[in-house]
């Protein structure tokens, strides 16, 4: 697992001190749960269950919380000296600081051992957070389900370029290879159900009004949004279900349930308690994003 436990260090020097130190601390720990994570990866493959589904069994828990708890953090509120370090993490990622060590990551999940699942998974997972991100702002995307079935189509492309020898070239920015190619399905995806869906109005309007919900949960931090979208897209995720499942955000159901009643009175106010303030990591991620269209 060094390469995973190196990648850590290097993606989080931007961090203040004090966090680099305490990272560092729990650098042996964090590897042996990067074993067993990778163990459940490996027992996946070896099952046959696509990622999409290993993250919502409960028979892979360490999948699930990585998968989950990912999305979970583009909507936390950042501390004021944590927002400065993302921002320069952000920088240096576009600026292809980082290209090097992302091409050694993607080298290293061609390996048949443990460490190369485990980073199968994590670049799956970060593909997912890619196109997350690059939709962001058009949540017709999800509601159409084309971010869901990504998960599925991202996994193959995947397997496929890895495989591919050209892709493995130092010329080559691999996830940036990738993501072009997701978003290029998505578009086509959502643009091939928003033409069946257009000829029944009724299907118009559920689409219309849950966008417009999408958009409302995109705005709200991450234990607010939490709720939100159990409660929009019925997922049937009981209080304990969702604590469990957020454990950074919820102590027990009983702050779920809590939560999830000032939420539902906020918004029959219509007032639902949105982030002004920039203060989430999408935001300073989406904040630099344009910075970077701007200058260009």
Sequence with gaps: MQLVLDSMREFTRHYPPWMQAEIEDALPSLGLEATRLALEVMQAEQDGVPFADAVRRIDFPLMSK???GIEHLLQHRLPPELRQAIKELTTATKRGDFDGLRRAIFAGASAADPQGAL?????H???NVDLLVATWEAPEFEVLGALGRMEYEGQRVLYERLAMREMHGDNVRPFQVMLAELIEHALGDATAVALVLQ????????????????????????????????????????SQQLADRYPWSFASANAVDQRRSRLRRDIARGEPPLVLDGS???????????????AE
Aim: hydrophobic share 45%; no cysteine; charged share 35%.
């Design 199 to 238: 000829e029944r109005q009724e299907a118009v309007d559920l689409v219309l009004a849950l966008v417009e919900a999408t958009r409302t949960i995109r705005g709200l931090d991450a234990p607010n949004a939490a709720v939100a979208r159990a409660d929009a897209f019925d997922e049937e995720l009981g």
């Design 280 to 294: 989430r990591l999408i935001d300073l991620i989406l904040e630099e994003r344009r910075k970077g269209d701007d």
């Design 125 to 127: 997972e970060g593909n």
């Design 66 to 68: 990585l998968h989950f």
């Design 119 to 123: 980073l199968r998974f994590l670049v």
